[in-house]
DNA sequence: CACCTGAGAATTTGATCATATTCTGGTGCC
DNA sequence: GGCACCAGAATATGATCAAATTCTCAGGTG
């Protein structure tokens, strides 16, 4: 994932020995991208130590860097929630992804190989799979999964370091407008965004990965005008 | 400056109620900007207890959110220390640089007003006083300035604080080179950018912010090489 | 008589610290 | 050269203090 952020780099044969500010964010970073809370929801320190079961000192640590992550939101006083998007946020992070994530495509594109093209192709399949069964929870799995794992052969560490923060933006939007519309209506570039790594076209993957972005953002778009 | 990570909002008439843990964040925020910390220097908590006299939690935090933020490194094991770049993250930092930075220009240029303008225009000038006499620090102080003064007024707060985010990683290094090359080398292309704000052409702006980037990133790149 | 308002207490939550425990890296002995 | 030990630093806990929100209950008003 990041190389800044994730530093213990997942000893292989030791799972067990990360540290405790590690594993809290972890966990809470998964709460947010996959929804399992809702933007505008408090987030406190005290109710983290009861449902992760981990000391204050930890669940400090991980809630300072998610809120530097733009994850969670300080709200002046003391407390923290997760943010809630106004069309003027993503109408940014419509740009912002849009640069970044081309950007990856391309460097992607040079660079993976045929191997590596089919493991993405297969996480494109459990994604159909997810849609099809509208199972609204696999499905963000899927697609979180499918986007890191295309930039993780970017080797473009700083850019997808940003790309990665700009996803835990906007999760739990995605979250609630995928739950409210359910996953039948979403776009999948993604058979697009295939064609373009296997015939190794640069642009192609680029202009792929733009549609995509552009559809799912205006996805959120339409839901959270919905929701007015 | 970030929307997201400065949250007290700087209560106007009670500037000593921010909490420790925020002050720390500025101080070695400020340290590692302006170049007080080289890269590949170590990073101790016990050290900044001491050095900057405040509680180890409110230390941790802010080495967590700097973390975070990319300014400092965690090496693995528990070792922190201020990242070295390499030409590779360079690359990537001109191709981030360029496109969030330019786009923040453009926006700036069609909602920033004649006062404003004059505000950038001063802090220019106490930039080129800084070049003529070789004061290292304050062209550090006074260039960074500009362009955070110049960002807040695009209205793009996330954009912003991507920008902020870059500065951070290329910061020490800017020093390095600032300190071994002198200011005089230095790109200046602030007055373009000024022109260009005052015509409102954003697209003049955007070119001036890419040319002021790209010769600063080259210029880094230089004195990195010459340290070989 | 019902309802709104506001002062102040009570409670919840966050911030900080002192301390115990665990881990890393280095040193010196075999 | 390899292994055991040691010093120092980081991690994690729980207690304590401070701040903020919420609740409650008078008092006043329509």
Redesign the interface.
Known sequence: MTE??S???AVHGNPAKLPA?EIVYQKLRAQILFGELVPGQAVTIQGLVETLEAGM?PV??AI??L????AL????NRRVSV?LLGA??IE??I??RK??EC?LARRATIQISAADIEELAAIDNALDKAIATGDVAGYLVQNYSFHTALYSHA?????S??AD?LWL?FGPSLRVVSGRLGTQSFPDRHKDILDALRRQDPEMAALAMERDVFEGMEHVVQGLRAAN
Chains 1, 2 share one sequence.
Not at 67 to 70: E, F, L
Not at 155 to 159: G, K, M, R, T, Y
Request: charged residues 30%; proline residues 11%.
């Open positions: 800044t952020t530093p213990p780099a500010h000192t400090r640590e300072r860097r809120i530097s992550d733009g939101m300080f709200q002046g943010p003027e946020d940014e992070l740009f912002a640069t970044i950007e080797n473009a560490p700083i850019l370091d940003i923060r933006r």
